[in-house]
């Protein structure tokens, strides 16, 4: 990879539930926006079930294969998932990271057991400290599992706080548990993502924090990513390069692009 080439490895196609438009159009957004190449993510959470996940699978390497003919060497696409609680299935988690084709997969926290999704959390409710350490503990067990090849969106209480309901918790009293989970992901080989969403949002920062960074850093962490998070067309590569320039701040001198599951 070319040393000013920038890379979004964190990109949602309308196959997420989320998601609003075709790999096709997203592709010829990534091009318009000078990005040497994407890695399309789209969500398979675990308590949705094997056959919606598979099916978000399958539909999106349909779409990668289209686009990798229509666009061909203008840009580089990445066939990926982002996987939301791989540890909590285990067997349909690497289903879903297997087989041909598959060249990155993001594991992420959106939600602990037996709560829903940190962005409708209601962050007043008198055991959220309780909540949000589980958090934590979560990402401690994720870093260990085989299944995934970057963290994602680390801290993701705190966009959804900043999004969605406006709170204001101190996630500091947990950096004990993070840097535990830093330090297990340096361990067996994982990476973390700088990811842009937020930069103009209610947070308007990268997450994780330039501190976090510098943390996984210091526990021996090697293997960094850029995403936007985008999922919509004008989204892509949206903040890369304050990502990119914020990793190398915290002492990271390249940034990764997966092909194969294997960092580039
Ligand atoms: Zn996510
Ligand atoms: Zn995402």
């Known amino acids: 990879m070319g040393e000013r080439a920038i890379y979004d490895s964190h990109v949602h196609t309308r196959n997420s539930f989320d998601g609003r438009d075709s790999a096709e159009a997203i592709c010829e957004a990534a091009i318009r926006a000078g990005l040497a190449g994407i890695a399309f993510t789209d969500h398979c959470d675990m308590h949705l079930g094997s056959r919606a996940c598979l099916a978000v699978k399958e539909a999106l390497w349909e779409e990668v294969l289209r686009a990798r003919e229509t666009f061909g060497p203008s840009l580089e696409i990445a066939m990926g998932l982002e996987i939301g609680e791989p540890h909590h299935d285990m067997a349909l988690a690497r289903e879903l990271a297997g087989g041909p084709g598959m060249d990155f997969v993001i594991g992420s926290v959106h939600r ?9 959390m209601d962050y007043d409710r008198p055991d959220i400290m309780d909540v949000l ?60 993502e700088a990811n842009s969403r937020c930069l103009k949002g209610g947070l308007g920062g990268i997450l994780p924090s ?22 919509e067309a004008p989204s ?29």
């Open 112 to 120: 602990v057991r037996g709560e829903d999704d940190f962005y409708v």
């Open 236 to 264: 892509v590569g949206v903040g890369i390069p304050e990502a990119g320039a914020l990793l190398k701040e915290a002492g990271f001198e390249e940034i990764s692009f997966f092909k194969g599951r294997r960092p580039a």
């Open 210 to 231: 330039l501190e976090i960074m510098k943390m996984f850093k210091a526990a021996g962490g090697e293997i960094v990513t850029t995403g936007s998070d985008a999922h």
């Open 133 to 192: 350490r589980k958090y934590y503990e979560e990402l401690i067990e994720l870093s260990s599992c085989d299944c995934f090849d970057v963290m994602g969106h680390i801290n993701y209480p705190l966009r959804s706080m900043s999004d969605a309901q406006k709170a204001r918790i101190d996630l500091s009293a947990f950096n004990e548990l993070l840097c535990e989970a830093l330090s297990s992901l340096a361990r067996h080989g994982k990476g973390i």
